[in-house]
């Protein structure tokens, strides 16, 4: 059993940033892949981002590639996801998510925190 919790969040104007954390609770952080979704209103949850398990891989979404960066260190357990250039599109609830698999598919992911609010204003 994994337990997550995001925390982070908050109202930033367009071009600023914001860096996201994800505390992970349990002795196996290290073979969990980690990802980042978002969920707008009305919308789908979306892929963000993803580290593998020893963090030599990363994967980012069209819409963020070149903004956001996510690290992880498994010696503290946390999941991370910087931000910068955020644009109002940016604003979501933010989850991260830990699977056994690198993949970008939401449904391939087998714990997920309660979600952390990004509001970016124009």
């Known amino acids: 059993q994994v337990q997550l919790v995001e925390s982070g969040g908050g109202l930033v104007q367009a071009g600023g940033s914001l860096r996201l954390s994800c505390a992970a609770s349990g002795r196996t952080f290290s073979s969990y892949a980690m990802g980042w979704f978002r969920q707008a209103p009305g919308k789908a949850r979306e892929f963000v981002a993803v580290v593998n398990g020893s963090g030599g891989a990363r994967y980012y979404a069209n819409s963020v590639r070149g903004r956001f960066t996510i690290s992880r260190d498994n010696a503290k357990n946390t999941v991370c996801l910087q931000m910068n250039s955020l644009k109002p599109e940016d604003t979501a609830v933010y989850y991260c998510?830990?699977?056994?698999?690198?993949?970008?598919?939401?449904?391939?992911?087998?714990?997920w925190g309660q979600g952390t609010q990004v509001t970016v204003s124009s």
């Open positions: 998510a830990a699977g056994r698999r690198t993949q970008v598919v939401a449904a391939t992911y087998d714990y």
